[in-house]
Each structure stands twice: as C-alpha cells, then as structure tokens.
C-alpha cells in the first residue's frame, strides 16, 4: 500500500513539476485528515490536511471510521454530536433519515398554504413547543426552525398565526368561562386531534424536543401545558379539562 502512494506521488511530480517549480503536496489517510461535517445537498466531510491528531470528527464522536462509514445509518451519530452543541432555538439544518423532514425544493410562505395544511401543523405545533403556551419572549425560536427544517414554510408573522388573536369563551360543566386566551380555546377545540396526533408520534422524537426523556406521552404533553400556561391564571382547571376531554 505505501508504495503505491509513492509510485503516485512520483507521478503527480513528474506530470507537474515542469508546469509548478517549486513544487509542494500534502498526502494523509483519508480518516486522519477530517475535521468535521459540513453540507451541501447531504452532510460531506471537510478536509484538514494540517489536522492535529487526535481532532478528527471521528475522535470527537468517540466511533472509528470504518466502524461509522459501515453502519446502517452512519448520520445518526454525527447529528447526535452537533445536537449536543446547539444553543437554544438552534437545530441542525440536515436531519437524520429516522426523522420527517421536508424534502420539497421550494420553501414555502405560511400564508400560501392551505388552511388545512396550517391548521394541521399548528396542532403538531402546540405538541413539540409546548413553550407557545407561555410568555417568553423566546418562545417561538424553535418552532421557526422546525418549520423551515420539517415542514418547508417560512412564516414571516409567526405570533400572529400561532397564537395572536384576543380571548374567547368555553363552556364546561354548564359553566361559562369567558377572557380565555385564544390559544387555548384553539388547543381545546381541536383536543381529539391532538391526542391522536400525540398518539401517533413515536416517543424519541417527542423527547428530542421536549428535552428529556418521560414515560407517559399524552400525561407529560399535559403537564407542559399546565407549567406554560400558570401565567394565564385561568379561572378553570385546565389540567383536568384536557384529561377529561
């Protein structure tokens, strides 16, 4: 083998030695020399032939590369490592194959999109941010990197389509519930779809963006609701209302 790297070496001398005086090249193992995964239309690895060792992505993944490039799906581990580095709101731009993503060349504005197709990712939404809910101001940072990596669609006025427009009214037990946040009244009037559409989601993903690991999807999603909506002060239980319904 090293050999035959000379004999190619000596080669690439004698074809451009004559065109290049002096002339300079560098040569390394392939896996020694990679420094980390950038993107073009997939993840690519970029090239450092001054690379010190011991800095390779593979040492910082903690997987050699015949191990990695011989996997079934040999992203995954490269996307759990940069998902380690994000800051908050921040999400990586190429998702594995495990995960829905939007495959569709042309981004989309929110405002061209069926109401169907709105209304159905404002409820997948209120489940993976359930931080909407709340008054944060940096609530909906990762719901606008979710829609661009996932869904394809830009939405310029994020707020006001997601949880803008005053306060409504419920009825629950025979009793008139009036000044409730229009997000609420939207999660309530499409509770059933919610609960299946929570039920249909596996858990690692649920986990993914909610940050930890749970036993109980619906219960937990639940609960998250409950912590971001104390602001609120509702005049009902909203806990029980969404178990019970």
């Not at 709105?118 to 941010?129: G, S, V």
């Not at 419920?170 to 559409?197: D, H, Q, R, V």
Request: aromatic fraction near 12%; include cysteine.
């Amino acid at each position: 083998m090293e050999g035959t790297r000379v004999d190619g070496i000596e080669k690439i001398y004698m074809l451009f030695g004559k065109m290049i005086s002096p002339i300079e090249f560098k040569y390394r193992p392939y896996e020694d020399c990679l420094s980390k995964v950038v993107v073009t239309h997939s993840p690519r690895y970029l090239i450092d032939m001054d690379l010190e060792q011991g800095q390779t992505i593979f040492d910082k993944l903690g997987i050699p590369y015949n191990i990695l490039r011989n996997s079934s799906n040999p992203v995954k581990p490269v996307i759990d490592y940069y998902r380690k580095l994000l800051k908050p709101g921040e999400e990586v731009w190429w998702l594995d194959q495990d995960e829905p993503k939007s495959l569709d060349l042309i981004i989309k504005l929110w405002n061209n999109l069926p109401i169907g197709s709105r209304k159905k990712i404002i409820l997948n939404a209120m489940i993976f941010f359930p931080e909407i809910f709340s008054n944060h101001l940096n609530k909906y940072l990762g719901l606008g990197v979710w829609l661009v990596n996932t869904q394809g669609v830009v939405c310029p006025n994020i707020r006001d389509s997601f949880s803008a427009g005053g306060q409504g009214q419920i009825t629950w037990n025979g009793k008139i519930y009036s000044k409730i946040p229009k997000i609420i009244i939207n999660a309530i009037g499409s509770l059933s779809t919610i609960k299946e559409l929570i039920n249909q989601t596996d858990s690692e993903s649920l986990s993914h963006y909610w940050k930890f690991k749970f036993d109980d999807k619906l219960a937990t999603w639940i609960d998250l609701v409950i912590e971001n909506t104390r602001h609120m002060k509702l005049p009902f239980d909203l806990k029980k209302y969404l178990m019970e319904n």
